[in-house]
């Protein structure tokens, strides 16, 4: 949070570089949305930053360059905000430092709106056209889990 902390102040005094810009964005990610002020947020981000834009229908733009990975994500991002309890200890550990998110044992699908039904099969035929949603095995070899020295 320091680090994200101290590249706003940075940005407040004057513009970011490319580096700073994309280091922001992943930090925002990372911490489960925008939490700094609204007033510096860049207007690009995408909604695996900003889980507030799952407040309103997706776009196929949206979703264009995303990897099957942050699709993967963003997909179990509208899940967890309505509460959703996950198996998977890569999404357990993910979700779980996020300070919005909640498990609730109690979860059912019946707690999704109508917009994030519509999202969830929007990005579930994107996942499908890029060669089906990835398993967690597969999620983390995308990360590189298995190949560092």
Known sequence: MSQQKALLDKKAAGPLGPEEDIELELLAVHLGGWTAD??????????LADPTQLDALLSANQLATLSLRDLRMLRNT?????GRPFRSTLLQEHFGVMEWYTPDEAYTDAKLTPIDRKNI?????????????????????????????
């Open 38 to 47: 609204p007033e510096l947020k860049p207007e690009d981000l995408s909604p």
């Open 78 to 82: 509208i899940y967890a905000r309505r």
């Open 121 to 149: 099969r929007l990005i579930q035929s994107v996942e499908k056209a890029s060669g089906g949603p990835l398993t967690d095995y597969e999620h983390k070899v995308e990360e590189g889990w298995f190949f560092a020295a």
